[in-house]
């Protein structure tokens, strides 16, 4: 699979439906169907939760992941 590190920028509202969408999935511990740049992808629903913060110079970033290996 060819490297890919993309973001998707988008405005509140999609950011909280979003949200709400993947908070629904890891309730019913089912899988969950996103978009980002022109790419579909499935996130099973045992991928492994990550909460990161960084700091770097006077930036900082909270991310929520879910990483996961294909195949």
Do not use: Y
């Amino acid at each position: 699979m060819t490297e890919r590190d993309v973001d998707r920028h988008c405005s509140t509202d999609e950011f909280i439906a979003t949200l709400r969408r993947l908070a629904d999935a890891l309730e019913q511990g089912e899988p969950f169907r996103i978009q980002v740049a022109g790419k579909r992808f499935t996130v099973p629903a045992g991928a492994e939760l990550v909460i990161e913060h960084e700091l770097e110079g006077g930036d900082e970033e909270l991310a929520f992941e879910l990483r996961w290996k294909n195949g």
